[in-house]
């Protein structure tokens, strides 16, 4: 999808922009002339390119799960471009173990960044979309449509994004609000997430990189791992006005795993 440019004029706010999904779809909606405020609890210095003449990038911290900070955030975005047009929240994190050895703390850690950051997101776009319009589009996971053995937290707290996204988009539809809200829920992503995990630090260590380690995990589910960018261009395709009759849809961008 590299045509025209889709987002000339759109101000667009990214989440979990300094990594993965997050830095790839900063980069992309840059590329098709969005001004890109990319936001992560630590600048997203590398999450986009450098400013042209039509499209240019901003760095901003944000923590998704506190209120003060969303507030912050979206009245900067706001106060300097008059407007928000398109909020894509990519930040998240993984954790994987049994359910019987999953602890509270450790539950709560998960959900309060996956869904708890996620209703915070669409809260505060809708607060600022309700009057001009705009895209919402959070990122799910196939875990969150196909249970995942061994990550019970995480799965659980994709599960929910995914009707949240459905319900926020049936509130803006019957107020009759000009925003939709939709969700890209891929499976497995060559993403840093990975590296959250103690099972992929040893299949690191087993086959000797990165790489190798997907192509590992590969072979053992049948499954393909995608790119960032790949994932990107999903949400991409939802922001745009190609995408402006579709509200409330979780999108899964997998090669196969919840078939």
Known sequence: MHMDKLLTGRVALVTGAASGIGAATARLLTAHGAVTYCADLAKAEDAATSDTATSRTVQIQLDVREEDAWDTAVSGVLENEGKLDVLVHAAGIAAASPLADTTLAEWRRVLATNLDGTFLAIRHGIRAMRESGGAIVVIGSASGIKASAGAVA???????????????????????????????????????????????????????????????????????????????????????DAASHITGVELPLVDGYTL
């Not at 891929?186 to 840093?192: A, H």
């Not at 589910?221 to 745009?240: I, M, N």
Request: with cysteine; proline share 5%.
């Open 154 to 240: 995480y799965s659980t707290s994709k599960a929910a994004v995914g009707m949240l996204v459905r319900a926020a988009a049936k509130e803006c539809r019957q107020e009759e609000l000009p925003i939709r809200i939709n969700a890209v829920s891929p499976g497995g992503v060559k993403t840093p997430l990975w590296r959250e995990m103690s099972f992929f630090s040893d299949l690191v260590e087993l086959h000797g990189s990165e790489e190798a380690a997907f192509a590992a995990m590969e072979a053992h589910g049948g499954d393909r791992f995608a790119e960032p960018e790949q994932v990107a261009e999903g949400v991409l395709f939802l922001v745009s």
